[in-house]
């Protein structure tokens, strides 16, 4: 198996804008949002959870969605990349938005 390295800087600008694509279109979930942002800039999980001021098992949990993260948790995550929490449409682009309601 080939050994992991850490992505140069156009890699990393690269990913940032590939990630921030997919969270336009919706197509970015936790947890497997967490772990491509990590990778993306060539973080382990645990200097991840140095950055963040978690530890290596709170990371661990999150991107392998057993844990129950608060919105504090997720707005350092997200903060990385310049991402807001927040609620995304359970449509794909064809659909037509439906009406809560009825």
């Known amino acids: 198996m080939a050994r992991w ?3 140069t800087k156009d890699e990393v600008l690269e990913n940032r804008r590939t990630l921030a694509e997919r969270a336009r279109c919706g197509d970015l979930r936790l947890p497997g949002a967490v772990v491509e942002i990590r990778k ?3 973080m382990t ?5 140095k950055v963040l001021g978690l ?3 709170q990371i661990a949990e999150i991107e ?3 844990a129950n993260p608060t919105l504090e948790t ?6 990385l990349f310049g991402f807001g ?3 995304v449409p359970k449509f794909s682009r064809d659909d037509e938005p439906r009406s809560p309601i009825g």
């Open 40 to 42: 993306s800039i060539g």
């Open 45 to 49: 999980q645990a200097e991840f959870s």
């Open 5 to 7: 390295t850490k992505p």
């Open 74 to 79: 997720l707005e350092k995550i997200g903060r």
């Open 85 to 87: 929490i927040g609620f």
């Open 64 to 66: 392998a969605g057993s």
């Open 55 to 57: 530890t290596r098992r």
